[in-house]
T-cell receptor
Framework: SQKIEQNSEALNIQEGKTATLTCNYT??????LQWYRQDPGRGPVFLLL?????KEKRKERLKVTFDTTLKQSLFHITASQPADSATYLC???????FGAGTRLTVKP | KAGVTQTPRYLIKTRGQQVTLSCSPI?????VSWYQQTPGQGLQFLFE???????NKGNFPGRFSGRQFSNSRSEMNVSTLELGDSALYLC?????????????FGPGTRLTVT
């Protein structure tokens, strides 16, 4: 069956460090993969989209990689700040299925 | 540009009743998707509409239905409500169909079934 797994339910890091979140998938051959941020009680907010032929994409302090051989995407936040604390979700598939999310806490 | 709006924001219903939720997409967006979010199950895909036609459907019972109007506005309906239907229902719009387009989410409708 198709699965999307975000390996860490929660991740705590110190301010200024790089946060790395993982999204693994099985039985999908996605042409695109997206990452979203969700704050409590609010709808997810789009962050980045990466295509299957792109190995890496960057936006300010954010970086996403997409390895179709490993069936994995990594999401990095460099120089993390307490304001980056939120749940981060990956999504893929034509019907945009979401992973369970990783709750990131950045401590000052 | 105005964002995705959902009405109502909060709703309390009794088991057995039915409910209709509304979503107005961003102007120019033609695809609308609906999701159910609960603490235990996360964000689960309900269905997606494009040009007034349901294009994709998640694994939910037939009690969950939806429609899209010619102006792209969408409604979802849940009949014979169960306690387990208590959730945050999110609507998202995108320019077109498919995973190559980013989705813009509304604030959600918090449904409580008692």
């Amino acid at each position: 069956s198709q699965k999307i797994e975000q390996n860490s339910e929660a991740l705590n890091i110190q301010e200024g460090k790089t946060a790395t979140l993982t999204c693994n998938y099985t039985n999908y051959s996605p042409a695109y993969l997206q990452w979203y941020r969700q704050d409590p009680g609010r709808g997810p907010v789009f962050l980045l989209l990466i295509r299957e032929n792109e190995k890496e994409k960057r936006k300010e302090r954010l970086k996403v990689t997409f390895d179709t051989t490993l069936k994995q995407s990594l999401f990095h936040i460099t120089a993390s700040q307490p304001a980056d604390s939120a749940t981060y979700l990956c999504a893929l598939g034509n019907d945009m299925r979401f992973g369970a999310g990783t709750r990131l806490t950045v401590k000052p | 540009k105005a964002g995705v709006t959902q009405t109502p924001r909060y709703l309390i219903k009794t088991r057995g009743q039915q409910v209709t939720l509304s979503c107005s997409p961003i102007s120019g967006h033609r695809s609308v998707s609906w999701y159910q979010q609960t603490p235990g199950q996360g964000l689960q895909f309900l269905f997606e509409y494009f040009s007034e036609t349901q294009r994709n459907k998640g694994n939910f019972p037939g009690r969950f239905s939806g429609r899209q109007f010619s102006n792209s506005r969408s409604e979802m309906n849940v009949s014979t409500l169960e306690l387990g239907d208590s959730a945050l229902y999110l609507c998202a719009s995108s320019l077109a169909l498919g995973a190559g387009y980013e989705q813009y989410f509304g604030p959600g409708t918090r449904l409580t079934v008692t």
